[in-house]
Each structure stands twice: as C-alpha cells, then as structure tokens.
C-alpha cells in the first residue's frame, strides 16, 4: 500500500474519515496477514514508511502508524503518505541460555 490520504474531504464529517482511514489500514495489514506465507518463512513482516507527503517520509515500525496519524491531526495537518510493504520474515532461534532460563524459572 502505497497511498497519500486527505483529512479534510467535503462534505464529510473529519473524525468519521480519520476512523475510515485507520479502518483501511488496519483491514490492508489483515489481507497481507491472511496470504499463503512462501516456504522457509515464518510470518510476514511489514517495512513502513510514514510521512506528510511521498519525498518526505521516513521509516517507521508498524506499531507506531496510529500515533503518527493522530500526531498529524493534532498539528492540524491536511494529508499524510503512508507505505506499507508485506515481506516474508524468518525468526531468530533464541539462544541456549534463555532458553533454559525460562524453563527453570518454570519449575520453581
């Protein structure tokens, strides 16, 4: 997804559109979940960036979209440039220690 969205819309109320937004991204991000994951790859991740137009945008991570959006709408902002990129991910096996530091605290 790759996409600038106005806040300010005529004709509609400018929380419903913020909340329609918010709801587009949110259902984008389900979609890319729900894709057949390719072989060797554990879940899909997700490079994003943020911005108030496409030349200015830097990376964030996927936690922090809502936040940006609303920091946008508090400054009185009137669009934003979000990209959101599906790719496989691989996780990292944990090390031994932890590993065994989490069962034996089990135990106890």
């Known amino acids: 997804m790759r996409k ?3 806040l ?3 004709g509609k109320h400018p929380d419903r559109l913020l909340e329609a937004i918010k709801h587009e991204i949110r259902k984008y991000i389900k979609r890319e979940r729900r894709r057949e994951l390719p072989e060797g790859s554990d879940f899909w991740d ?3 960036k943020f911005g108030a137009a ?9 936690s922090a979209i809502t936040g940006l959006i ?3 709408v508090k400054e009185g902002g009137k ?3 979000i990209e959101i990129l599906a790719k496989p991910g691989k996780r990292k ?3 031994e220690g932890e590993q065994g530091a ?3 605290s089990e135990e106890e």
Do not use: K, N
């Open 46 to 48: 997700f490079d994003c």
């Open 8 to 10: 300010q819309v005529e």
């Open 79 to 81: 669009q934003f440039y």
């Open 93 to 95: 096996p944990r090390p």
């Open 54 to 62: 496409q030349e200015s945008a830097e990376v964030i991570h996927l």
């Open 4 to 6: 600038t969205f106005q």
């Open 70 to 72: 609303d920091g946008v």
């Open 102 to 104: 989490a069962a034996d």
